[in-house]
């Protein structure tokens, strides 16, 4: 657990170095803290650790909110449940929009980009699938999740439905340790 975690400390190093110099401003948000500002916006300090802050190995979870998945995630961190549950955590939606409160009492928001409108594919007909054709709506959130500096933070990196059901204290036990 102490090599993941020097590691972990050796990256934030970095991060806030690249952020002084680059002077935070077009480049990375090299912000440390859970569930911090968006690519864009300044990073806050932390006064507060919350409960999976320092679970091994390290998970940063994000998810791709629509307007009708917002009751949903919500209620998952009113419960500190599925990607609220890892060591860090960011949801993406249209509009930033005011997710609740972590256990230290922090507001947490969405970050807001501007997603582009996807259809669902008709098999056969239209495309290779019956799902939805959400590829131009992931790459720039994966854009942002990388830009943020947030997937350097964590030993892992992991993207999730908002409907999802993921424990994150099972994941370990499958990945093993990292390399």
Not at 20 to 25: I, M
Not at 84 to 91: G, K, L, P, R, W
Not at 129 to 152: R, Y
Not at 155 to 175: C, M, S
Request: glycine share 8%.
């Amino acid at each position: 657990a102490a090599p993941a975690r020097d590691r972990r400390q050796e990256v934030q190093a970095v991060l806030q170095e690249v952020a002084v110099v680059g002077g935070g401003a077009g480049g990375s948000n090299a912000s440390a803290g859970r569930h911090a500002a968006a690519p864009s916006q300044a990073p806050a300090a932390r006064a507060c650790k919350t409960a999976h802050a320092d679970d091994e190995p390290g998970l940063f979870c994000w998810a791709v909110m629509f307007p009708s998945d917002v009751a949903l995630v919500k209620s998952q961190l009113t419960g500190k449940a599925g990607m609220f549950a890892c060591n860090d955590y960011a949801v993406i939606s249209q509009e930033k929009t005011l997710l609740g409160k972590d256990e230290c009492g922090e507001e947490v928001h969405s970050w807001k980009l501007n997603l582009p409108q996807v259809k669902k594919g008709h098999y056969g007909v239209d495309a290779e699938t019956s799902s939805w054709l959400n590829v131009p709506v992931f790459m720039p959130c994966w854009d942002a999740v990388i830009k943020s500096g947030k997937v350097w933070e964590q030993d892992f990196t992991v993207k999730l439905d908002p409907d999802a059901v993921f424990f994150p204290d099972r994941l370990p036990g499958v990945l093993g340790a990292p390399k």
